[in-house]
Nanobody, 126 residues
Framework: QVQLVESGGGLVQPGGSLNLSCAAS????????MGWFRQAPGKQREILGA??????????YYGPSVGGRVTISLDKSKNTVHLQMNNLQPDDTAVYYC?????????????????WGQGTQVTVSS
């Protein structure tokens, strides 16, 4: 059974940076795509980015709402996906989720992902 466990998050000062990790277990992820999403109160869940575990052309996507502030990377030796985000502002406050789909094709909607972490709260406030 695939399990995703996020870590990191918490309180971030405006203008600060965020580093989240997602430890994946329960399968061989070579043919998976991994995504990072967030959901703010009263808003729909939105994609921050996605990465294909096997890499290759077109294997990395960043959502338009976060522009160039996000970097997603893989540590294959630890089956871990990382999210780095800089210059956080109060409207970045949300629950941040890691997700996985058993296909190397990157999908930008949350409906395409079968496995989800429990989410981690990120609050941006001074």
């Amino acid at each position: 059974q695939v399990q995703l466990v996020e870590s990191g998050g918490g309180l971030v000062q405006p203008g600060g940076s965020l580093n989240l990790s997602c430890a994946a277990s329960g399968d061989t992820f070579t043919d998976y795509a991994m995504g990072w999403f967030r959901q703010a109160p009263g808003k729909q869940r939105e994609i921050l980015g996605a990465i294909r575990w096997s890499g290759g052309s077109g294997g990395l996507y960043y959502g338009p709402s976060v522009g160039g502030r996000v970097t997603i990377s893989l540590d294959k030796s630890k089956n871990t996906v990382h999210l780095q985000m800089n210059n956080l502002q109060p409207d970045d406050t949300a629950v941040y989720y890691c997700a996985a789909r058993a296909s190397p094709r990157i999908i930008v909607t949350d409906r395409g992902y079968s496995y989800w972490g429990q989410g981690t709260q990120v609050t941006v406030s001074s």
